[in-house]
């Protein structure tokens, strides 16, 4: 019983640099949220997936970032010419259910701890 | 294990003893509401959510408290346990439309044996 699997988990970046982070969901999951956790603050939304379809991504801070999930399956979140305040724990959740209700069956993945130096 | 964060309100209890976690939502359309627990070095974890149209909720060893008047929701653990030990928040949405959750900027939950 595999839950969500987030690759790399930890990633270092020089400044500048473009980061491409992965999200395995758990298989047969309609719905995808990606989510930025800074230090010592709450997750906070950045996009969603219904299957390869991006409903909202009002929550992406700059066109620096983007993510897809071309197969409706795994989505890879990149970011381009990283900056020192995208340091932050990148969070990837799926759910069986779709809309406002995947809120309530939502599991996370252990994240993806970014820091640009 | 990462933390989640170092300078988060912290609250102290003795293993046992129940424990109560506030939160302080922010938006009055919001009408759903989900208390999460995040262990160090995991995502966070679903423990019990509430409807805005009811006041109380009871699960296993947790209550959640809705006050719509004052915006403000609370953990309640009963006979705390050293597993319960982790950061605590809490989401709100509204489910007139948007997928988005607001999590507060939670609270870290220390069990003392």
């Known amino acids: 019983g595999a839950g969500v699997s987030q690759s790399p988990r930890y990633k270092v970046a020089k400044r500048g640099q473009d980061v491409a982070l992965r999200c395995d969901p758990i298989?047969?999951?309609?719905?995808l949220f990606w989510y930025q956790q800074a230090l010592g603050q709450g997750p906070e939304f950045l996009t969603y997936?219904?299957?390869?379809?991006?409903?909202?991504k009002s929550g992406l801070p700059s066109d620096r970032f983007f993510a897809e999930r071309p197969e409706g399956s795994v989505s890879t979140l990149k970011i381009q010419r990283t900056q020192q305040e995208d340091s932050a724990v990148y969070l990837c959740?799926?759910?069986?259910?779709?809309?406002?209700?995947?809120?309530?069956?939502?599991?996370f993945g252990p994240g993806t701890r970014l820091t640009v130096l | 294990g990462e933390s989640v964060g170092l300078h988060l309100p912290t609250l102290s209890v003795q293993e046992g003893d129940n424990s109560i976690i506030n939160c302080a939502y922010s938006?009055?359309?919001?009408?759903?509401f989900i208390w999460y627990k995040q262990e160090s070095g995991k995502g966070p974890q679903f423990i019990i959510d509430?409807?805005?149209?009811?006041d109380k909720r009871q699960g296993q060893r947790v209550t959640v408290l809705l006050n719509k008047t004052v915006k403000h929701l609370s953990l309640q653990i009963a006979a705390t346990q050293p597993g319960d030990s982790a950061v605590y928040f809490c989401?709100?949405?509204?489910?007139?439309?948007?997928?988005?959750?607001?999590f507060g900027t939670g609270t870290r939950l220390k069990v003392l044996a």
């Open positions: 298989s047969g999951h309609v719905s």
């Open positions: 989401a709100e949405t509204s489910t007139s439309g948007t997928y988005k959750y607001i």
């Open positions: 959740a799926s759910s069986p259910l779709v809309g406002v209700s995947a809120g309530v069956e939502q599991f």
């Open positions: 997936f219904q299957n390869e379809a991006q409903l909202d």
């Open positions: 509430i409807r805005s149209n009811m």
């Open positions: 938006n009055s359309a919001s009408d759903y």
